[in-house]
């Protein structure tokens, strides 16, 4: 939508045709394709059963984050490794807001967690262990780029830092739009099959995001239920049709300094595809954050059934590509 709303203020015509939107609609249209219609055979309006999650046991091997690092020389590289800066003052927003939806719900907070516990929701414990991960392999990434990456990589994170401080701080309510409406958008902004050929190579970083999107896909129903169930049908919509400029504005960032941090990098031959993959993600945000939030809107989402196959399907690939098995164990999983 904002950048639909630059194309057209741009007016760049062509035989009397905004070429700008009319790439924009051309794009959108095949995201779209991808994203969406596949998806409209399995919707369902019905209540889902919930926690379908669990927690796991994780660790992050970080002698062998150290030996794989990579300098962030291609859009993709640096995309991925921005978005984990992102994650983990991101993840504190969803535990906020979790916790804050918990106790409001209660007069005694602590018996309202225990209700929580009792019925097995994982959002929050497994977003805590998500923000860990990102955080020390954070750590040991910067340490390995060229000392103006590491700057740049900084200044990324408190910039994140602080401006989710202050959506917190000041607009609550509309924090939680953004997080149930994100978290939706894991579930059906690609398939199992294009995370898998995403994270196609054996680096640490795809390790990391193998495990915790399927994590997300555990729990993306949980965070659209507890705001239904909090909001009311109502408010909860205005809440969800209000927050998409907000949150298409903040996916818009990751994918800028996910640009610069390419520019950075001095691989020019690199600079071409970035602009053009910059570009394509740029109207994917947009197609995302409406699908998700009209999904939100109408309380539609996968039916069981589909969820359940999904998850199967990853977890037999996650075996078979690491041979560590993403089930429920005592053991640690170790990254």
């Not at 958008?185 to 640490?204: L, N, P, Q, W």
Request: net charge neutral; with cysteine; glycine share 4%.
């Amino acid at each position: 939508m904002l950048i639909l709303l630059l194309c057209w203020s741009i007016d760049l015509q062509v035989g009397g045709i905004n070429l700008l939107v009319a790439c924009y609609a051309a794009m959108a249209l095949y995201v779209a394709h991808k994203m969406v219609f596949g998806r409209l055979p399995y919707l369902t309006w019905e209540r889902p059963e919930l926690p379908i999650g669990h927690v796991r046991k994780v660790k992050l091997d970080k002698e062998r984050a150290r030996r794989g690092m990579l300098p962030l020389s291609t859009y993709g590289k640096a995309y991925w490794t921005v978005l984990s800066v992102f994650i983990v003052p991101y993840e504190s927003m969803v535990i906020y807001i979790d916790t804050l939806v918990t106790k409001q719900n209660a007069e005694d907070s602590k018996v309202a967690m225990k209700e929580k516990r009792s019925k097995g929701y994982v959002l929050s414990p497994q977003e805590r262990t998500h923000s860990r991960i990102h955080s020390e392999f954070n750590k040991e990434m910067v340490a390995a780029q060229h000392p103006l990456m590491r700057f740049f990589l900084a200044a990324v994170f408190y910039f994140y830092h602080y401006s989710t401080l202050v959506l917190k701080t000041l607009v609550p309510t509309l924090v939680n739009g953004i997080v149930t409406v994100f978290e939706n958008g894991f579930y059906y902004e690609r398939t199992v099959e294009e995370i898998f050929e995403e994270f196609s190579d054996d680096t640490t970083l795809s390790r990391i995001y193998l495990w915790h999107l399927y994590e997300e896909l555990e729990h993306h129903q949980e965070s659209v239920q507890l705001f239904h169930d909090y909001y009311g049908p109502l408010l909860g919509s205005l809440i969800t049709v209000s927050i998409v400029p907000l949150l298409q504005f903040l996916l818009h960032t990751i994918n800028v300094f996910a640009l610069l941090a390419t520019f950075l990098s001095l691989n020019v031959a690199a600079y071409p595809t970035a602009v053009t993959s910059f570009l394509y993600d740029l109207v994917q945000n947009e197609v995302m954050t409406i699908w998700s939030s009209s999904l939100v809107l109408a309380k539609a989402s996968s039916d069981k059934k589909k969820i359940a196959a999904d998850l199967a399907n990853y977890r037999l690939r996650f075996s078979q590509k690491y041979g560590i098995s993403l089930e429920p164990s005592k053991e640690f999983l170790v990254l």
